[in-house]
């Protein structure tokens, strides 16, 4: 029941081909033997529990069929939705895929802004071959007269080289941070952004989630860390030696025409737990954050084109609330008005738990109305239609910032002209 109760749970993104006819055949052949069961037991007058099995197996299998519908039905209503219209919404979205046919229906029909890559999708192939499939969707776009589309990737070198092989697997930036003077560092940074670069550009990505900005705060993840690992994808503990890193591995990249992307502020150092299974709450004081923390966000997004990544944690002294992803406070109250910064802003992958279990697609309205750019679903592509569906609603019932949208289209536009 504990399935049919989550189908299309991410978790379960493994067996999403097979859940639910599964777990409908299961129940079946457990609905008949059950039912030769309670024959028997009719004789003997003793069909209470049989029938309460009986009762519990109907009720998994509607379950799963009524789960199993209603994505059915925001997919069927999402790709019949009038593009023309919500064209506005859908340019917002960057989307991950596990069927590249299923991604290029999208891209093709202008029901997406961007294609995030990563290693499912390129085991086993050559560059060629994922460069043609890059290639094959920019010239669907051309021919349909849209946008080109984003095409990100997550390689930062060390344990997040997601597209290597075939690309070369640099060690994590944090090698880096040893060498002395700060100047032989940056230098060293910048041929390791110019690797990423070339090598990105040359498959046809345009946008690349690095570099990591976060603090160093300990030297050992968490007993309950299963992804996030900010102690091993860290730079390092000095914000003065990530700036320098950081922003010379951005112009390493932006000289090939790829945009980084500075993640995950407000920062994930200080956090013990992955927000990826978990939520998460960050106490320390603004004052604190200011001054150590956010200094490197800063710095390279005052000093390059680089895009800036949200994480989901929650700042207790700004927004105890909501994660900073979706924050008004922090997005529009810091960064575009105390800040003064007008560029592009990214969701981290909306489908991580410490958001997804909010309410994926509240969760997406109250970003762009907060003033986030793009929101990305990366490891669990289906939720898109979840996401999506919940957008046009929004959009339908004016429950979405129209004025706030439109500024966020304008630096979507500028974005777009470059790519």
């Known amino acids: 029941m504990l ?11 493994k067996f999403r081909e097979i859940e639910t006819v599964g777990i409908i055949l299961l129940s079946s052949i457990g609905l008949c033997l059950s039912l030769q069961e309670l024959r028997k037991r009719v004789i003997k007058k003793e069909t209470t529990e049989q029938i309460l099995f009986l009762l519990i197996l109907c009720i998994v299998i509607l379950l799963a069929v009524s789960n199993e519908a209603i994505f059915r039905y925001k997919k069927y209503s999402v790709l019949n939705s009038d593009v023309k219209q919500y064209f506005e919404l859908s340019r917002h979205l960057i989307v991950g895929y596990t069927e590249y046919e299923e991604i290029f229906m999208l ?11 990563t290693q499912r999708n390129i085991n086993g192939k050559a560059s060629s071959e994922i460069r043609a499939e890059i290639g094959k969707l920019q010239r669907i776009r051309h021919s349909q007269h849209l946008p080109p589309l984003v095409i990100a990737a997550d390689q930062e070198g060390g344990i997040v080289s997601r597209l290597s092989p075939p690309l070369t697997r640099l060690p994590a930036l944090s090698s880096l941070s040893g060498k002395n003077p700060i100047a032989e560092m940056e230098k060293e940074a910048f041929k390791y952004g110019e690797i990423h670069g070339k090598e990105l550009s040359e498959l046809g990505v345009n946008i690349n989630f690095s570099p990591i900005a976060d603090l160093r705060f300990r030297q050992q993840s968490h007993l309950m860390d299963f992804h996030t ?10 914000e003065t030696v990530v ?73 207790a ?21 105390e800040w003064k910064h007008d560029g ?48 046009i609603a929004a959009y339908r019932d004016k429950k979405l910032d129209v004025p ?15 790519l």
């Open 3 to 13: 399935i049919a109760t989550n189908l299309k749970n991410t978790y379960l993104l």
């Open 107 to 117: 891209a093709s029909k202008g029901l997406i802004g961007g294609v995030f890559i």
């Open 229 to 238: 690992h900010i102690d091993k994808r860290a730079i390092s503990d000095d």
């Open 243 to 315: 700036c320098g890193i950081a922003l010379a591995y951005s112009c390493g990249l932006e000289k090939y025409g790829v945009f980084p992307t500075v993640k995950h502020f407000p920062g994930m150092g200080r956090v013990s737990a992955d927000t990826h299974h978990f939520s998460a709450k960050l106490d320390t004081s603004r004052k604190e954050l200011e001054t150590k923390d956010w200094v490197p966000f800063r710095y390279v997004i005052e000093h390059s084109d680089a895009l800036m990544m949200l994480g989901h944690i929650i700042l």
């Open 317 to 337: 002294d700004i927004d105890p609330e909501n994660p900073a992803s979706c924050s008004y406070k922090l997005i529009q109250g810091i960064i575009r008005q």
């Open 344 to 391: 592009v802003l990214v969701t981290d992958d909306l489908t991580m738990r410490a958001i997804q279990s909010r309410g994926i697609g509240d969760m997406a309205v109250r970003a762009l109305n907060a003033g986030i750019d793009f929101l990305l679903i990366s490891y669990d592509g289906d939720k898109y239609y979840d996401v999506m569906y919940d957008l």
């Open 404 to 418: 706030m949208l439109e500024k966020s289209n304008k630096r979507l536009d500028r974005l777009f002209s470059r």
